[in-house]
């Protein structure tokens, strides 16, 4: 799963629907609250919606300031994208020790067990957050937000929830993360499956047992890449449903050594707090200094073995190229290949996971981390299926049709198709900002935003890890904490200079927008569908939704805003 940041006190898709709007039968597993804690009336200066990195981090640095401030989580901890994931397979894709709040009471108190922590022990570190932290105090849990209208008059926001909570607050911070509005396939039928389906971000926190189960599993996001190298170890048939294969990278997963730990404390601070923000995607190894082509061809190859073995993303910035040159891209993908096409025995399968010829350009789409996905997917119990050659006609009561007629029996189907990403979750909201205009009129020609955190006519709302922000191109918690502290800024200064309401202009929301689709032109990713363009959804506008530009750039620019605001009305 990405380095998302929260699941969210907004509304929950929580069960699919066909196109036609009918509910479908066998959407098991766990689904969000329905808002039943018992209803309250607040005042307060701040309302922080979901209980993720960012949610937290705030909620602890608003509190330091003295600011009258609460949560809302429509789950029932915190811990935002990892208190609903519970997929097999479930791990983050950022290497120890990044992946952490910044926190000294935290991070001094807390000991990882793996390089990249699975699902199971991120919700140990959130439950280690909230014991130091005490977060659940200020944690409205099962309240889900349903609307937010800014009152003109009081240059306030006036949110109501849907177990009846009412909130008053000057400012509507938003922590809901990217991935909010969940998306199922529109196969014909689906609605007619008896068997157990569910998608990957309500599955049951206790488990699905797949054991000697026919499974399958639509999607080769991160999250279907997981689930489907987990389940093939344990379901007597898996079948993959695979429209793009993934350029998957070695995760080279490991334990972090508890000596080791103790002596990374001496330098834990200057790494979380300075170091994770120096580099384009918050990670903590270097940026790359040359191009592709700048090394002999026997350099080259050891750079990318080097990079290979070490694991991780290293290997989309071996070369600062990579992502720029298609020559250079071409060069990386010969690498990765070769290296593929070795592990798998199967033809056909081996020319579906690992074609010769790319069928995009390499690390364009987001590429997952495995550790022997394609071991797994090469053994006999495993069938591929290439929807693109033949593609689902529909379901039926036991399986899945494909247009060859082929009826691809089985017991338990994982939906991994992913999210309405980045917008999903802020476009089938209730928010009115000035004028009565809503966020689904503002954004219906494509997303304007300023600086990736507030939007002209929405007064006082500022969001983390959203639309026009690095989002999707780098380490959550490398995102956040930067985001939230220019928050904290702002309302610091707003406070002592005895200022109501901040609104972003419309001028500097239209200058960030071609800010961002230029910064989005110069990469390859900008030439690709997918959900980094929003193209992943049906109907949605074709638009860069991430910041191009890599964190150094982007905190020089949200941070040289603060002495004046630039860009922005303020009374």
């Known amino acids: 799963m990405h380095t998302s940041n929260g699941a969210n006190g907004y509304v929950h898709t929580n069960d699919a629907s066909t196109a036609d709007g009918n509910s479908i039968n066998g959407t098991n597993g766990h689904a969000a609250s329905n808002g039943n804690a018992a209803p309250v009336v607040l005042e307060l200066d701040a309302l922080i919606v979901g209980a993720g990195f960012a949610g937290v981090y705030l909620l602890h640095r608003l509190r330091q300031e003295g600011y009258n401030i609460k949560i809302a989580e429509a789950g029932t901890a915190i811990g935002g994208v990892w208190h609903w994931n519970s997929y097999p397979g479930a791990r983050v894709d950022s290497q120890y020790p990044i992946y952490a709040l910044s926190i000294p009471e935290v991070y001094k108190t807390w000991q990882w067990k793996q390089q990249y922590p699975g699902q199971k022990e991120l919700k140990q570190y959130f439950e280690h957050v909230d014991k130091v932290l005490d977060v659940s105090r200020d944690t409205l849990f099962g309240t889900t937000v349903l609307t937010a209208v800014f009152d003109e008059a009081t240059d306030k926001w006036r949110i109501e929830c849907e177990n009846g909570t009412r909130i008053t607050c000057r400012y509507f911070l938003s922590c809901i993360g990217f991935a909010a509005k969940r998306h199922y396939p529109d196969f014909p039928g689906l609605n007619d499956f008896k068997g157990y389906m569910c998608h990957s971000s309500f599955w049951p926190h206790e488990g699905v047992d797949v054991k000697g189960k026919k499974v399958a599993v639509i999607g080769t996001g991160a999250t279907g890449i997981q689930i489907a190298q987990e389940t093939a170890k344990e379901a007597s048939h898996l079948t993959c449903f695979v429209r793009t294969p993934n350029h998957c990278i070695p995760m080279q997963q490991g334990h972090v050594d508890p000596e080791q730990q103790i002596k990374d404390l001496a330098t834990i601070h200057d790494r979380l707090t300075k170091k994770r923000f120096e580099s384009l995607g918050g ?33 989309t910035s071996a070369y600062k190229d990579v992502l720029t040159s298609e020559a250079a891209n071409a060069e990386v993908y010969k690498f990765w290949v070769e290296k593929r096409r070795a592990q798998i025995t199967d033809p056909v399968k081996r020319d579906l996971l690992a074609p010769e010829e790319a069928v995009h350009f390499i690390f364009g789409k987001r590429p997952s981390l495995e550790q022997d996905y394609y071991e797994q997917m090469d053994k006999p119990h495993v069938t591929l299926v290439n929807v693109k050659t033949n593609p689902v006609s529909h379901v039926v009561a036991n399986g899945i049709v494909t247009a060859d007629g082929t009826l691809h029996e089985i017991d338990i189907l994982a939906v991994a198709t992913g999210f309405d990403a980045v917008v999903g979750g802020y476009k089938h909201l209730d928010i009115t900002g000035l004028n009565g205009e809503t966020l689904k009129s503002h954004w219906e020609n494509g997303v304007y935003t300023y600086l990736g955190m507030t939007v002209a006519n929405f007064p006082n709302l500022m969001y983390t890890y959203g639309p026009h922000s690095p989002t999707a191109y780098a380490n959550g918690p490398s995102i956040v904490e930067p985001q939230a502290e220019w928050i904290v800024s702002v309302m610091n200064k707003m406070r002592e200079e005895g200022k109501t309401r901040i609104t972003a202009t419309s001028e500097a929301e239209s200058a960030w927008k071609e800010n961002i689709r230029k910064l989005h032109s110069t990469s390859l990713r900008d030439r690709i569908d997918g959900w980094y363009n929003g193209t992943n959804i049906p109907g949605n506008v074709k638009q860069p939704l991430n910041y191009n530009g890599g964190i150094p750039l982007y905190l020089k620019t949200i941070r040289a805003t603060l002495d004046n605001f630039e860009g922005f009305e303020v009374k």
């Open 283 to 315: 990670m903590l190894y270097p940026d790359a200094a040359k191009n592709v082509f700048d090394d002999s061809p026997e350099d080259r190859r050891a750079t990318l073995e080097e990079a290979w073995r070490l694991g991780g993303f290293r290997l």
